[in-house]
């Protein structure tokens, strides 16, 4: 009636971990996938305005993985705020290299995962 259809080559059943929108999912957690991370972490330190967006696009995907994650991109987000009229402006300074530096850092060292909540405990959203 619906006319559903499955596409078996694009099916995973009864697989102990599936990927998902760049995320690696199991019974246990949540986590970035590797290549993704492996992939942030091989980027060259940025020279454009374009090549810093594209790196902070990239590094907010897994923000929810990175504790402080506000505190460490904002020296980021300070040379990537430009104005159309401003974007010549674009300056990389040591601030903004220990800010990209932690987060390669981070991502390579942190445990990097969420865990599902405890449902025999009271859980509230709020």
């Given at each position: 009636k619906?006319?559903?259809?499955?596409?078996p080559d694009k099916c995973s059943i009864a697989v102990q971990e599936i990927d998902f929108l760049s995320h690696t999912i199991n019974e246990q957690c949540i986590k970035p996938n590797g290549d993704k991370i492996k992939a942030i972490v091989d980027l060259p330190t940025?020279?454009?305005?374009?090549?810093?967006?594209?790196?902070?696009g990239k590094i907010n995907w897994?923000?929810?993985?990175?504790?402080?994650?506000a505190r460490i991109?904002?020296?980021?987000?300070?040379?990537?705020?430009?104005t159309k009229h401003h974007r010549h402006?674009?300056?990389w300074g040591p601030d903004q290299q220990q800010s990209f530096e932690e987060f390669?850092?981070?991502?390579?060292?942190?445990?990097?995962?969420?865990?599902?909540?405890?449902?025999s405990?009271?859980?509230?959203?709020?």
């Open positions: 619906a006319n559903f259809q499955v596409n940025p020279k454009t305005l374009k090549e810093a967006n594209e790196f902070l897994y923000r929810k993985f990175i504790p402080n994650f991109a904002a020296p980021l987000h300070k040379v990537t705020n430009k402006d674009f300056k390669k850092r981070l991502l390579t060292t942190y445990p990097l995962f969420l865990e599902y909540p405890d449902l405990t009271p859980f509230v959203l709020t």
